[in-house]
């Protein structure tokens, strides 16, 4: 019998809260500027002020997010050149864990990376064709 019982995942909602507000900055969803308030975000997360509060203060210190008031903030509008520097950090930093997580994957594991990929490549292939289909079309109109 082994001695280890495996690693256990300890996520806490301050730490969702925290990656779904930075992903929506990454996405667009929350702009460069907008002005936010927790009650507000609370309310789109639906969840207690504490994890949101906890959740901004990160980003405040990241300076993903600024305050501009008692309880209003807003999303940092950095320059684009600033903006193009952390997405290019972020991915080589995405490369390095996925390099690292994968030399401690099993073989079950990287079979499904694996399996993943090529349906993430086939589903690429068929956007692909769909939109030069829809470009064709767009080109044949009078």
Known sequence: MSNSLGPMETVSLADRAYQRLRDAVREGTLRPGETITERDLTARLGVSPT????????????????????????????????????????????????????????????????ELLDRADGLVAKLERELAGRSRRRQSRP
């Open 51 to 114: 994890p949101v509060c906890e959740a901004l203060r990160q980003l405040v210190h990241e300076k993903v997010v600024e305050r501009v008031g008692a309880r209003a903030l807003r999303i940092a509008d950095h320059p684009p050149a600033a903006r193009s520097e952390v997405v290019e950090a972020e991915v080589r930093l995405s490369a390095l864990m996925a390099r690292l997580a994968a030399r401690n994957a099993t073989g079950a594991q990287l079979v499904e990376l694996v």
